[in-house]
């Protein structure tokens, strides 16, 4: 029943989400930047562990990810509005931030 519980939790933002970009991308962007699925994720680690110690390591690691993504985002938002395609923009970021994500591995 948990795992039902969190893939339509999963499934809901994501709809919300992209729901909302067709109306609204200010406000589908405003969404998609609240810590919505971390917080979810750490509620239902509560209930099912009530391990405080592992959320608050998970919090700070969620934390210090965040660092590789916020250089990707205006990249991203560059190349598709420099006439690259939707997938080679997708690639091309995707491989800068599992470089940045390797290189925050030796660094942490």
């Known amino acids: 029943m948990a795992y039902i519980i969190k893939i339509l939790i999963a499934v809901s933002v994501i709809l919300l989400v992209t729901e909302l970009s067709k109306k609204d991308t200010k406000l589908a962007a405003l969404f ?39 250089p990707v985002l205006p990249l991203f938002s560059w190349l598709l509005r420099n006439g690259y395609s939707y997938y080679t923009s997708m690639i091309l970021v995707a491989t800068l931030m599992l470089i940045l994500f390797y290189l925050l591995q030796k660094i942490y």
């Open 32 to 70: 998609l930047a609240l810590p919505i699925m971390s917080f979810t994720a750490y509620t239902l680690i509560w209930f099912e562990s009530k391990d405080v110690e592992k959320i608050a390591r998970l919090a700070n690691e969620n934390f210090i990810y965040i660092f590789p993504v916020m």
